[in-house]
């Protein structure tokens, strides 16, 4: 029940086949450690970039949380190191994703606490929804830099 990060498929390198077999040998254990997953991997997103448009995307349940890693000091670290991403020219753009009833208290607070960490570039979707999700990360793809 730690947080761990790991590069489980390149896209450069790993074929699909990769990411399917090792996807199978997952088993998340319900951490969401956001803000110190965002914190570990910015300096190799900032070197992906290399003067190229950068786009980080994520799919998040709204509640970063880990072990010692929870409540107002995670929301405010998420919110840190998402406005860190983009001061360095990152387009950020995450995903509100729940299979509960978006209407019921704690889900409320989920989702205010998610927009205070995204802002803007949060959106909620029906996660059983493709088609909404390649629609806002088109519309994202999409803005007018500047």
């Known amino acids: 029940y730690r947080p761990v990060i790991m590069t489980v498929y390149d896209s450069q390198v790993d074929n699909i086949i990769r990411l399917r077999t ?13 803000g110190l997953c965002f914190a570990a991997i910015q300096t190799q997103l900032l070197a992906m970039k290399q003067g190229k448009d950068g786009y980080f995307l994520n799919l ?4 970063p ?6 409540d107002e000091y995670a929301i405010r670290h998420t919110k840190d190191q998402v406005n860190e991403m983009r001061k360095n020219g990152l387009h950020v753009i995450s995903y509100f994703v729940s299979d509960q009833d978006l209407n019921n208290y704690y889900a409320r607070i989920w989702i205010g606490n998610f927009k205070r960490m995204y802002g803007q570039d949060s959106r909620i979707v029906n996660v059983e929804s493709v088609t909404e999700i390649a629609n806002t990360m ?9």
């Open 60 to 63: 998040s349940d709204g509640m």
């Open 65 to 70: 949380g880990s072990t010692n890693y929870d």
């Open 22 to 34: 090792v996807m199978r040998q997952m088993k998340p254990c319900g951490l969401t450690p956001e």
């Open 138 to 146: 088109n519309a994202k793809f999409l803005t007018p830099k500047g």
